[in-house]
């Protein structure tokens, strides 16, 4: 039965991994480009609330999506504005975006949902990719998952080819390092910027609306839990790459999957200090402790064009 | 291909439609401006320029810091824009939106202070801003070999531009602008951080980007390069253009004069304003050789840095009480390092030093204060001083204590002392509690000496660059602050990238190349050729 059980160790590896590498790909992005997103904790749970409400009033899961995916936006601009053109201090804006959102989606919650908060919202089901899910054991476990979840794969290419292969990716690069020659090269490090704001918002938001819609088909106050703070120290623990992101994010999946299945396994390991081991990785992560830290140059910099 | 260092040789006259009679410059100008002002706040940085810039010529802007050299270059550029008067590219108005603008018009510049990515390769650099879309990275580096042999500037297209040398990246900034095939390139004071050698280089770019019918404006205050390459100079002072001369050679004394705002110069100087008096007074010296003492004493002091390179090796050297002696090489040879440890911000690895009779190898920055030691460190901002400390502060900011009582500072004494300081080293401020940030390089540059110089028991300075981005009469008050200090029997160790400097200031030169002392030489102009070759490698 080892084998099962790893097999579903690595099925709620992937799954809790998915929010988090949706929102750690967005924050990187960012960051590359010198804007360090803290609000994309609030950006996950406007998208997880939108999309259980809008799943839940139009009975849509594909409804809810579209509503997580638009209601972040003005978060996302609000967001930009606040760092970009009043060149607020981006930590304390995006403290103060992520307390305004818990606020208001519980808020939101207990008005919409109120009486029905056990109810199960609609949400996407699970697919089984074809080939794939016929492998024995491992298919039916493994593969079978929410279409978000794959989803990642080519979010994850896309950011790679952006980031290695084109004009915007070195623009991108060059505007969280050295924003005087982005702009001095003729492109606007604010219209840069923007942009990855709006697109961290985007994807951020995708992560959350997989935690209410794709994973557990409901809505609770404040579900994100700190998966926003998890996706930035994925970044920090991926030394601002994207393939070391990836993996910082599996690993931080894999460390909430072993909450889930040392018990099986009948270890008893207090589950404080599993529930604890994300952070405690991250806080490594950030300490230094992995090695030179290499963060682009003007991270949390306002940039005040000539 | 032929290349021709002579205006004659490279500007055909086709090209630049002749020399245009005087009063009417601006016919068959490549670029041309009338009358064009640029106000800030009521600060006026530029005040009715005209000029025109011709095909296949190289104008020389030479101007003191401050006189709006950059802020002209910007206007084309397109960072700023004009508050007054009009602009022709090709003999069409020309009002750039933005640098982006103004590079779609055929119009690149070469940036004072460089324009790269650290970061990335050289081929992305050049990309930067190029296309947002797919990019062709073998198709720049082929483009790139190209210009690096039409006009002399070797580079290799996957290095990453953190690791290149000075001189390196400056080509990579002047590639960058040739790959949009400019029809006016304008280069703002490149050569400040150059070799010798590499300056040559760089003039004979210029001649050659001139002679392929581009207008070159070059932008700068040294003097030698104008008679090397200028077909043309104009001279800026206080935003104003005071005169221009079609033959630079021979104007050179009248352009300094109206650079500075003096008519004349004494004859001979190898820095304007700069006087040859005797280098060091006869007294000076026979009280140092009587009480035996060195006022500074570095005993084998080697240095690695975090990542265990070698930064300086076995440094030895002595500075007598009364003597200037200068530290010449290229930056990044191990001066900063060798000026951090003096100023006791970086411990040796190896070696002791002392100033006087007292060791400081492992002394505080305030024990080294102490001892007598005075630092002028190279990064005015990030070392000497606050930016948001007010003047006064900064100039008593190593004996504020002095001026405190149970603790508290007496500000009308430190405003007294600091205004007593302000008019004996000139510094132009509107009074001592202004933002030290806010002065100009030239007087920040004095505080600092006031401060320094002014120490209790100064034995030993050490003055590492001190003169950058100083204009030409500042660096004469500076130089002439520190031979007061030595007159009054203070050693000073002057490390400075400006050889010219060095030659003109020192009693003795040594050469710093990859961390180690490798000769001494006298001051005197007559080792220049040997030293630069030295500066850049060449065995003793």
């Known amino acids: 039965m080892t084998e099962e059980l790893f097999a579903v160790f690595i099925a709620s590896t992937i799954r809790l991994a998915t929010p988090l590498l949706l929102a750690a790909?967005?924050?990187?992005?960012?960051?590359?480009?010198?804007?360090?997103?803290?609000?994309?904790?609030?950006?996950?749970?406007t998208g997880a609330f939108a999309a259980a409400t809008g799943a839940a009033l139009s009975?849509?899961?594909m409804i809810g999506l579209v509503c997580g995916m638009v209601a972040v936006i003005p978060l996302s601009l609000l967001q930009a504005f606040l760092t970009n053109t009043l060149r607020a201090n981006q930590i304390v804006t995006g403290l103060g975006i992520n307390i305004l959102v818990l606020g208001g989606t519980t808020l939101g919650y207990r008005e919409l949902f109120g009486a029905r908060s056990r109810e199960v919202i609609p949400g996407f089901d699970k697919w089984d990719p074809p080939l794939l899910g016929d492998i024995p054991v491992v298919g039916e476990t493994i593969f079978e998952q929410v279409w978000l979840v794959y989803l990642t794969l080519p979010v994850a290419l896309l950011a790679w080819y952006v980031l290695t292969r084109?004009?915007?990716?070195?623009?991108?690069?060059?505007?969280?390092?050295?924003?005087?020659?982005?702009?001095n090269s003729g492109l606007s490090v604010t219209l840069i910027r923007y942009g990855v704001t709006l697109v961290t918002g985007l994807l951020a938001a995708l992560g959350g609306i997989f935690l209410s819609i794709g994973d557990i088909h409901t809505f609770t106050e404040g579900m994100t839990n700190g998966a926003g703070y998890l996706a930035i120290a994925a970044v920090i623990f991926g030394n601002w790459r994207l393939g070391q992101t990836i993996i910082a994010c599996l690993v931080f999946g894999a460390a909430t999957a072993l909450q889930f299945q040392l018990p099986a396994l009948g270890i008893n390991a207090p589950n404080a200090l599993?529930?604890?081991?994300?952070?405690l990785l991250a806080f490594i992560a950030v300490s230094g402790l992995v090695g030179r830290q290499s963060a682009p140059k003007t991270l949390a910099q306002p940039y005040w064009p000539r | 291909m032929t290349v021709g260092i002579a205006p004659e040789a490279a500007a055909p006259a086709g090209m630049t439609g002749g020399r245009a009679p005087e009063g009417d410059m601006s016919v068959g100008a490549r670029f041309a401006m009338q009358g064009v002002g640029k106000r800030f706040g009521s600060f006026d940085a530029l005040a009715d320029v005209s000029i025109a810039f011709h095909g296949g010529e190289v104008h020389c802007l030479l101007g003191e810091n401050g006189a709006g050299k950059s802020t002209l270059c910007n206007m084309i550029f397109g960072v700023h824009r004009p508050s007054a008067g009009s602009m022709q590219l090709e003999g069409a108005a020309y009002a750039p939106d933005g640098p982006r603008d103004a590079l779609e018009q055929g119009i690149a510049m070469v940036h004072q202070h460089f324009s790269l990515v650290n970061e990335l390769t050289v081929v992305d650099n050049l990309l930067l801003g190029r296309t947002l879309g797919r990019v062709d990275r073998t198709a720049y580096a082929a483009r790139m070999a190209e210009l690096s042999e039409l006009y002399g500037l070797a580079l290799e297209p996957y290095r990453t531009v953190g690791d290149l040398s000075i001189g390196e990246r400056q080509r990579v900034e002047i590639v960058k602008c040739l790959m949009l095939e400019p029809t006016l390139l304008i280069l703002d004071e490149p050569t400040a951080v150059l070799l010798p050698d590499e300056i040559k280089a760089l003039m004979e770019t210029c001649s050659r980007v001139a002679a392929q019918g581009t207008a070159v404006v070059l932008v700068t205050h040294k003097l030698a390069e104008i008679k090397q390459v200028a077909h043309r100079v104009s001279v800026l002072r206080a935003g104003r253009i005071v005169t221009t001369s079609d033959n630079a050679a021979d104007d050179i004394d009248r352009l300094v004069g109206a650079m500075i705002g003096r008519d004349a110069l004494a004859e001979g100087e190898a820095i304007p304003g700069l006087s040859a008096a005797p280098r060091q007074s006869a007294k000076s010296r026979a009280a140092a050789q009587a009480t035996g003492d060195l006022a500074l004493m570095v005993d084998g002091v080697s240095f690695a840095d975090a990542t265990g390179a070698k930064r300086l090796d076995n440094v030895t050297l002595t500075v007598r009480p009364g003597e200037i002696v200068g530290i010449a090489g290229v930056e990044g040879n191990g001066q900063s390092e060798l000026g951090a440890i003096l100023a006791g911000l970086a411990r040796p690895s190896a070696g002791r030093w002392f100033a006087g009779n007292s060791e400081l190898t492992q002394a505080s920055p305030k024990q080294i204060t102490a001892a007598g030691?005075?630092?002028?460190?190279?990064?005015?901002?990030?070392?000497?001083?606050?930016?948001?400390?007010?003047?006064?502060e900064t100039i008593l900011n190593n004996r504020m204590r002095l001026h405190a009582r149970f603790g508290l500072i007496d500000r009308r004494s430190v405003t007294r002392e600091a205004e007593g300081l302000i008019d004996r080293f000139d510094i132009r401020t509107a009074g001592s509690d202004v933002r030290f940030g806010s002065l100009s390089g030239g007087n920040q540059q004095k505080a600092v000496l006031a401060r320094e110089l002014t120490m209790p028991g100064l034995r030993f300075l050490l003055a590492a660059q001190p003169t950058r981005g100083l204009d030409v009469g500042a660096v004469a008050a500076v130089y002439g602050l520190i031979r007061d200090a030595c007159t009054q029997g203070a050693g000073?160790?002057?490390?400075?990238s400006e050889l010219d400097e060095i030659l003109a200031v020192a009693d003795r030169v040594l050469v710093i190349y990859r961390g180690g002392i490798v000769n001494e030489r006298p001051a005197d102009p007559a080792h220049k050729e040997a030293i630069g070759a030295m500066m850049a490698g060449q065995k003793p």
């Open chain 1, 25 to 45: 790909i967005g924050e990187l992005l960012s960051e590359k480009a010198g804007v360090l997103n803290m609000s994309i904790e609030g950006m996950m749970l």
């Open chain 1, 59 to 61: 009975g849509s899961p």
């Open chain 1, 274 to 279: 599993l529930i604890m081991m994300p952070y």
């Open chain 2, 492 to 496: 000073v160790l002057l490390i400075s």
């Open chain 2, 373 to 392: 030691v005075g630092i002028v460190p190279e990064d005015r901002h990030l070392v000497a001083a606050a930016d948001d400390m007010t003047l006064a």
């Open chain 1, 166 to 183: 084109t004009g915007l990716g070195v623009a991108i690069k060059a505007a969280g390092a050295a924003p005087r020659t982005v702009q």
